[in-house]
């Protein structure tokens, strides 16, 4: 059987200070993947570093939010013929071995999708208190709104079987893209599994990500939208 084309989508944000050490831990771990950055509007030097990488190189002339920018990268990617695509944060937060040679559980476990979660591997006190309590609370949520068995429902970390991504198509162009991906989840009905992933809280990472309220707002988006 001819081995799995194996797609990964880097939303980029004006990570130019750890984009191409991002980008080198992914090719020292898998050569074969193929990286698609998508530059979402950067002001930084993120665009000139991006261009000399030797990836795919899509580009949004604005910024328009990490949503719109995984629906750049997913679209293109089901273009191409990808048949597993992954979603993975340009800050560093992440770690490539996580990824799993060719798709890991999707194909072994023969899932639609894999979603990482911090909570199966992380020691728990790495993870600051704040966040901790706000995404306790969206497993919560989550149960209720959508059924989904989640421990961690605000994870970047996703690996879906192109098909599975064929049925849905993220119109959240912020952060409630998350929230809406679970929500199509429970809809399409797709198979899910968990799998566990460090996230590294660095001091780099803490002070550009997400915000405690904003983690809140989209709790509410959640509750209030419900599985629609
Ligand atoms: N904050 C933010 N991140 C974006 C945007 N567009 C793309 N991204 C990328 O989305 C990923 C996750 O963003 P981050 O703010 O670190 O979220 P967090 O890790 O959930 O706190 C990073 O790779 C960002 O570069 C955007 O408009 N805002
Ligand atoms: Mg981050």
Redesign the pocket.
Known sequence: MAESSVWIII???N?GQVLAEVIGELLDYNRSYQLVIVD?GSTDDTPKIAKNLGVHLLVHPI?L??GA?LATGIEYSLGQKADIIVTF???G?MQSADIGSRGGVVISEEVDVARGSRFLTTPSEKIPPIKKNVLKLATILTKFTTGLKITDT?N?FRAFRAEALRKFTITQNRMAHASEILSAIARNKLTYREVPVTIRYTEY?KS???SVSNALNILFELFSRGTK
């Open positions: 939303p980029a944000y990570e979402d910024n939010g990490q920018a944060d340009a800050d937060q605000h970047g990472s550009k990500g997400q």
